[in-house]
Structures are given as structure tokens and as C-alpha cells.
């Protein structure tokens, strides 16, 4: 039965990769937000037109220590990481606790497929933000 559910799994994680509302190929330097193409510069962090996002955020942790992340890095829980649905890997962004003004700069390794959330912190990083307990936040993202 759990073989039967990780292979269900793996079918609907590849399907919804391919699907064209959320691939985007490797590299990509664009994302809709807002119904607007927002250009980001690849992996160097700097100089980019992107300025700020808003939303919800979550965190992982000790189910995923040690797994490859989309970027081909292995995870660490306690490294200050996090995964996005478009920023490019090796993008360094500030996460910023909205009412509190607490904030942590992250590593963009993994991708995050979800209409819900903006970012999925390491709990490294969460831990620093104060939201382990309630688990989801509402934060802002900016570039570092």
C-alpha cells in the first residue's frame, strides 16, 4: 500500500511539473505575478526588477533531511533555505514577519508547488522567524 502511494505520488508530481500553468524551464528569468512578467537576473541576487511579494508562508523540516532538492543539493533542516515557486536557485531573499518585523535572509534550493503558499522555509530559517508553533505566517519577500 505505501509503495502503491509513493508511486501516486511520483505520477501526480510529474504531471503537475509538465503541466504548463506551473513548469517553467531551468533557467527561467520570468514569473507571472499579478498577471505581469516580472524579469529576475539568474543566481546573482543583484539588481533585479522584482521588489516584493506577500503572503503565506510554512516550513519543512525532518521529513525531507537528507533528500535532493530541485536544485541538486541535499536538504538540511537546519540550514537557512527555502523553496519557491519561480525565484531562481541561489537567489538570496528576505523574509520578512509581517506585524513583527522579524526577518532572515534565505537561499532559494528547492521549488514549491502551491497555490496557497509563497515559501516553504527550512526550519532552520522558521525557527529564526518565530513560527514553528503556529507553522504558517504571513510574510513578505523582498530581494537580499
Same mark, same amino acid.
Given at each position: ?22 513548469? =517553467? ?39 525531507? =533531511? ?67 508553533? =503556529? ?10
Amino acid at each position: 500500500m505505501r509503495r502503491y502511494l509513493q508511486m501516486a505520488w511520483i505520477a501526480v508530481a510529474a504531471a503537475l511539473a509538465w503541466h504548463p500553468a506551473v513548469a =517553467q524551464p531551468r533557467g527561467a528569468t520570468t514569473s507571472p505575478v499579478a498577471g505581469k512578467a516580472v524579469p529576475v537576473k539568474a543566481s546573482s541576487g543583484k539588481s533585479t526588477n522584482w521588489v516584493e511579494e506577500k503572503g503565506t508562508a510554512s516550513y519543512y523540516g525532518p521529513a525531507h =533531511q537528507g533528500r535532493r532538492t530541485a536544485s541538486g543539493t541535499r536538504f538540511n533542516e537546519w540550514a537557512l533555505t527555502a523553496a519557491h515557486p519561480w525565484l531562481p536557485f541561489g537567489t538570496l531573499v528576505r523574509v520578512t514577519l509581517v506585524g513583527s518585523g522579524r526577518s532572515v535572509v534565505v537561499m532559494i534550493t528547492d521549488r514549491l508547488y502551491s497555490h496557497r503558499r509563497i515559501v516553504d522555509l527550512s526550519l532552520g530559517a522558521a525557527r529564526q522567524l518565530g513560527i514553528v508553533r =503556529q507553522g504558517l505566517a504571513e510574510v513578505s519577500l523582498t530581494p537580499a
